[in-house]
T-cell receptor
Framework: GAGVSQSPRYKVAKRGQDVALRCDPISGHVSLFWYQQALGQGPEFLTYFQNEAQLDKSGLPSDRFFAERPEGSVSTLKIQRTQQEDSAVYLC??????????????FGEGSWLTVV | QQPVQSPQAVILREGEDAVINCSSSKALYSVHWYRQKHGEAPVFLMILLKGGEQKGHEKISASFNEKKQQSSLYLTASQLSYSGTYFCGTDRSGSRLTFGEGTQLTVNP
């Protein structure tokens, strides 16, 4: 696609509900990143894929968060048993190369999650 | 560790200049600058690499002091469209970016 596409754009979940957020990166991009952005804050790293391999998941805040990219293109971020502190914008980004250095990372518009 | 940005906020009149700073306590491979408007995706502006190479917009300039691990973004002759929050993202690992808390820039007519 022309840009990074995320869905849903907005999601309201009841506390305890599971949610799944989808990211469709730019076609052919090797690297895919998930970030969490709280209101008024900078994006915080969650996890990183190179093709289908999850190379870094050090930013996932708890074992309720899980991400996958089974075929090396579309990725899903799943949050189980959502809590109010999970309310944030979840940004997906992709890059054509396997490293961040020197390579432009393109962001999607994000999925806005509100847990009530 | 998160890079530190300054100032936190700045208000300009159209046509004025601004400088936004970003500093890291660790050695960096590169620094990436983004602008984000409310409710929108962060938009890429500039990459600065070790060794001085830059990639980015023609109307925006930036510098990267490798010794001090500091970068500055220079916005000259600001336009109304420059308003937004500016983030620097630092690359310490070669694989992912760590972002600062942002600098909110407002350009008034």
């Amino acid at each position: 696609g022309a840009g990074v596409s995320q869905s849903p754009r907005y999601k309201v979940a009841k506390r305890g509900q599971d949610v799944a957020l989808r990211c469709d990166p730019i076609s052919g991009h090797v690297s895919l990143f998930w970030y969490q952005q709280a209101l008024g804050q900078g994006p915080e790293f969650l996890t990183y894929f190179q093709n289908e391999a999850q190379l870094d998941k050090s930013g996932l805040p708890s074992d309720r968060f899980f991400a996958e990219r089974p075929e090396g293109s579309v990725s899903t971020l799943k949050i189980q048993r959502t809590q109010q502190e999970d309310s944030a914008v979840y940004l997906c980004a992709s890059s054509s190369a396997g490293t961040a250095s020197g390579n432009t990372i393109y962001f999607g518009e994000g999925s806005w999650l509100t847990v009530v | 560790q998160q890079p530190v940005q300054s100032p936190q906020a700045v208000i300009l009149r159209e046509g004025e200049d601004a400088v936004i700073n970003c500093s890291s306590s660790k050695a960096l491979y590169s620094v990436h600058w983004y602008r984000q408007k409310h409710g929108e995706a962060p938009v890429f502006l500039m990459i600065l690499l070790k060794g001085g190479e830059q990639k980015g917009h023609e109307k925006i300039s930036a510098s990267f002091n490798e010794k001090k691990q500091q970068s500055s973004l220079y916005l000259t002759a600001s336009q109304l469209s420059y308003s937004g929050t500016y983030f620097c993202g630092t690359d310490r690992s070669g694989s992912r970016l760590t972002f600062g808390e942002g600098t909110q820039l407002t350009v008034n007519p």
